[in-house]
């Protein structure tokens, strides 16, 4: 009942303005059995209907990011699946989120959560996602992701440092603003 439940919200009910998307993140916020069927219906990556359910989970993500964490397993494995543009940017936003928490100088929960073989995998694909045609909102978190996991394994930096240098001229303005940013921090 509830899968049905929420597909039909996801449906007729969700949009891309911002204020629509918080509105139905605080929806789920409010019932956490709807979580997992909104994080799978987000990897359901041939349907239409996982756009909007991406959208959502960003929001929901941002306020509860642990609630990802029994599910960082299948999160993980599924994100290099992704393929709609609308579903790459706020999976791309997810991964900076984890970043940010887990190379926190504060103690997070993420840290006991968050395994190697996750960070390599989030690594290699926002890699595969930073040389790709991908718009340019993926590429900016996707950069910060990258960097900031790269102060656990240094050879992720020469890589970025690599790659920006070559695209920074090509880019547009929000790819160059952040990749000078970048460079500077990686100097």
Known sequence: ML??????????????YRDVRERYAKHILSNKDLFL???KIAFEVNNKTSIRACWVLEFVLREKLEWIFPHLNYFVENIS???FDSSTRPIAKICEFLAKDYTSKKET??????TKKHIDTIIETGFDWLISDQK???KVYTMESLFLF?????WVHDELKLIIQQEIMNGSPAYKARGKRILKRLK
């Open 3 to 16: 899968n049905q439940e929420l597909i039909k919200l996801l449906e007729t009910k969700i949009s891309s």
């Open 37 to 39: 069927p909104l994080l």
């Open 136 to 138: 340019v909102a993926v």
């Open 150 to 154: 790269g102060k656990e394994k240094n």
């Open 81 to 83: 699946k992704i393929h």
């Open 109 to 114: 929960k993420i840290k006991k959560h968050l």
